[in-house]
């Protein structure tokens, strides 16, 4: 924004002061002057051979009165300029802190000593801003180099395809084309994947009252023959859970939940544990699964971009490494919690705590057993 140049606040302050000085000046000033003008007129003052009336009283307390208004008016300004300096000094420390912060320095802290006061909570809620602000731009950084990374993979082995293709014009052209179909469409996964995580990231969606459980319930339909082929049992049970937010967000967060579930759990006979309940402000998803156990430090990093948890992602149903970092800014967006948990017998428990949207009493509502690839 562009504006007109102006006075400092240091000068605006210093004439402010100044200037109530002056008006209480004038008005000690204004007083007197009443009061000796409703003096009655005569001598007002005598002793011995002296006597002074009014008028002479007046025309000799005028320099006088000159003399102290422009004492007042320096004592003012002087007293001003250094007032609002000593005020200001935060002020100073804050535009420094946004100047080197607009120029890509975020790791600067003002860190403003002295006790609380209306401008050490706003040195101190800036810090917070900055804090915020760098950690911010270095997971941005971090996932736009992995992300950079991953795109580029599928390309580079489009890019070999064709270069073999060329070469070989004998080349059986069926092989080359599932290739590079299925190099395709695993890009095209990754990029619907970040553009979900944008989406979930900048909280542009429409919010409606949802049910977890429903919700669940859909995710467990619809991953049923995955569930099947790889020999997991997956069970559902719990509350009616209530809460508010973008029904599709939620749907694919949990799509992602109980599928991170069944691509990493033991080859056979596995299990999936979905349960659903209600507390008094929250509504609780969670989803368990058997598989490998896991160090709690590899736990930590599991909802980082394109982290892997197990070399089974290279399976036939393998995502893109974005499936858990999804399910963390989908429910950052929801103002929920996300909760990750190695289990002690193996496998991973993910807990999901998101507002409630109202008091319910419908609890105690049991779906029992939602897939069993050994019943189908």
Sequence with gaps: MVRAPGLSVRLKLTLSYAGFLMLAGALLVAAVVFFYLHLPHGVIYATGDLRINRSVLLRSFAPFMAIVLGFLLVFGLVGGWLLAGRMLTPLARLTDAARMAANGSLSH??????????????????DTMLVRLEAYSAEQQRFAA?????????????????????RDVNRNTDELVHRLQAV?????????????LSRADQKSFRREHVDLSLIGEEAT?????????HGV????????????GSEALLLQMTTNLVHNAIIHNLPEQGTVWITTSLQPDTVVLTV??????????????LV???QRGTERIHSGHAGVGLGLAIVKSITQAHDGTLTLAPRAAGGLCVTVQLPAASPHTGRGRSRGIAASPREA
Excluded: C, W, Y
């Design 221 to 229: 339909e619809t991953l049923l023959p995955m569930a099947e082929k």
């Design 304 to 306: 980082e971009p394109f």
């Design 288 to 301: 368990e699964n058997t598989g490998q156990k896991l160090a709690p430090q590899l736990v930590a990093t």
């Design 109 to 126: 802290r003002i860190r403003l000593p002295g006790r609380k006061d209306e401008l050490r909570e706003l040195a101190d809620a800036f």
């Design 233 to 244: 049992t997956i069970e559902t049970s719990g509350d009616m859970t209530p809460t508010i």
């Design 146 to 166: 992995n992300a950079s990374h991953e795109l580029r993979t599928p390309l580079a082995i489009t890019q070999t395809l064709l270069n073999v293709a060329l």
């Design 184 to 196: 395709n469409t695993r890009a095209i996964d990754l990029t619907e994947a970040l553009l979900l």
